[in-house]
């Protein structure tokens, strides 16, 4: 069974950072793609960053060049470091996987079919 869960969310003022964990069991983790997608209440949920199986990342215009996505295999750990966050990135984070899915479409959830139940962020002006 396939398990993600997510920890390191919390609340962090605007321009500060947060490192966000995903722990994937259940299934062979290094040959997946992994992402990370947020929500804020009312807005639809959007990609944040991909990793596909062969390390290829994606990322979404809006955390490009703050924001980096990596993955340990040997401890099927997802993580995302967040830097100089904004109050508008406060929503609830989640981890998802997809099995032949790249980076690109992992962005826009295409075949991305497990999914963790989510870690809030708040960023405070």
């Known amino acids: 069974q396939v398990q993600l869960v997510e920890s390191g969310g919390g609340s962090v003022q605007a321009g500060g950072s947060l490192r966000l964990s995903c722990a994937a069991s259940g299934y062979t983790y290094s040959s997946y793609c992994m992402g990370w997608f947020r929500q804020a209440p009312g807005k639809e949920r959007e990609g944040v960053a991909a990793i596909d199986s062969d390390g290829s990342t994606r990322y979404a215009d809006s955390v490009k060049g703050r924001f980096t996505i990596s993955k340990d295999n040997d401890k099927n750990t997802l993580n995302l470091q967040m830097n100089s966050m904004k109050p508008e990135e406060t929503a609830m984070y989640y981890c998802?996987?997809?099995?032949?899915?790249?980076?690109?479409?992992?962005?826009?959830?295409?075949?991305?079919?497990?999914w963790g139940q989510g870690t809030q962020v708040t960023v405070s002006s």
């Open positions: 998802a996987a997809g099995r032949g899915v790249t980076a690109s479409q992992s962005l826009r959830s295409i075949g991305m079919n497990y």
